[in-house]
């Protein structure tokens, strides 16, 4: 379809029928919207013909049968032109991200309003991706914790490099000229942005992402 096209066929995938009803009696108030299908399942929504017809997908995850994440990579693999917006009461990562990477373009919290959830659906419709703004929050720090790890310091590489090594804090402040405090100072950013608790895990973290030689551990 072309998004200039004035209406877009919705479809909607949630086993709950009182919460189905109500978003289908109230999406279907606006002049642009259409929803042309609402399913129980994922299974049932792929069985139906109507989905050929639709433009946009609100979609649940904890659904009977197959979840609406697999719904989800099922439904962009047999019909890749379809917007998919999840509605969910899930807000943990792993669900928002494997739903953003099975190919949703949003994500919402069930408990959005109906304004809400319309103006979500014209926002992905006209390209954009509506997410809840604590699940955006979400994204965003788990972005910030995965790139801490390449975020230390020169300073902070010298002293995880020592800390590798086996010697005291004391040592490691005389070798680099600061104060015991000063290093634990770095030592808690070091732990802070491994996302580590002890000098161990910060080792075996540094190993694993390769920011010390392995041959210069003790």
């Not at 019909?79 to 953003?100: C, G, N, Q, R, T």
């Not at 997410?131 to 310091?153: C, D, M, W, Y």
């Not at 996302?195 to 161990?200: L, N, Y």
């Amino acid at each position: 379809m072309d998004k200039q096209t004035s209406l877009i066929n919705i479809g909607i995938v949630e086993d709950n029928a009182y919460m189905r009803d109500g978003w289908t009696a109230f999406l279907d108030l606006e002049e642009d919207f259409n929803v042309v299908g609402s399913y129980g399942s994922c299974e049932e929504a792929l069985e139906s013909a109507d989905l050929q017809r639709i433009h946009l997908m609100i979609m649940d995850i904890g659904l009977p049968g197959m979840s609406g994440i697999e719904g989800v990579r099922h439904i962009r693999q047999q019909y890749p032109d379809i917007v998919i917006i999840m509605a969910s009461v899930f807000d943990d990562d792993k669900h928002i991200f494997d739903a953003l990477k099975a190919g949703a373009m949003g994500y919402l919290m069930k408990k959005v309003s109906p304004e809400e959830l319309v103006d979500a659906v014209r926002d992905a419709w006209n390209g954009g991706s509506p997410i809840t703004p604590n699940i955006a929050r979400k994204v965003i720090s788990t972005f910030h914790q995965a790139g801490g790890e390449n975020e230390l310091t020169e300073r902070e590489h010298q002293i995880l490099d020592k800390l590798a090594t086996g010697v005291s804090y004391t040592a490691i402040g005389k070798e680099i000229y600061l104060s015991v405090d000063g290093v634990r100072y770095h030592i808690r950013n070091i732990y802070r942005k491994l996302q580590v608790h002890s000098r161990s895990e910060a080792i075996a973290k540094g190993i694993s992402k390769r920011l010390i030689d392995p041959g210069k551990t003790t």
